[in-house]
Nanobody, 117 residues
Framework: QVQLVESGGGLVQPGGSLRLSCVASGSFSRASALGWYRQAPGKQRESVARIFSTGITWYLDSVKGRFTISRDNAKNTVYLQMKRLKPDDTAVYYC???????????WGQGTQVTVSS
């Protein structure tokens, strides 16, 4: 089993910044792809950003140029730096990991991000 614990959410004004962190523990493999998803009220969960063990990244079009995903393998941690936040970014943000060996997907408990004046 892999445990993922997110932190860093909160309330921020439009145009502001936040950095989310997610620490993995348990049977975590550094070969895993890591990612951030979000779910706004009444909407489906959507993938926001992913980073593979090679360092290759992918972003949702609406966050390109504003969000940056990174990982620190020594700390088993993935980050999501969010800048120029918009009210549409308001959602619960979830960290996830995909283990290529076991093909298991794991989720964190989520952290609320609210962008409002």
């Amino acid at each position: 089993q892999v445990q993922l614990v997110e932190s860093g959410g909160g309330l921020v004004q439009p145009g502001g910044s936040l950095r989310l962190s997610c620490v993995a523990s348990g049977s975590f493999s550094r070969a895993s792809a890591l990612g951030w998803y979000r779910q706004a009220p009444g909407k489906q969960r959507e993938s926001v950003a992913r980073i593979f063990s090679t360092g290759i990244t992918w972003y949702l079009d609406s966050v390109k140029g504003r969000f940056t995903i990174s990982r620190d393998n020594a700390k088993n941690t993935v980050y999501l730096q969010m800048k120029r936040l918009k009210p549409d970014d308001t959602a619960v943000y979830y960290c996830n990991s995909d283990d290529p060996g076991t093909r298991q997907r794991y989720w964190g408990q989520g952290t609320q991000v609210t962008v409002s004046s």
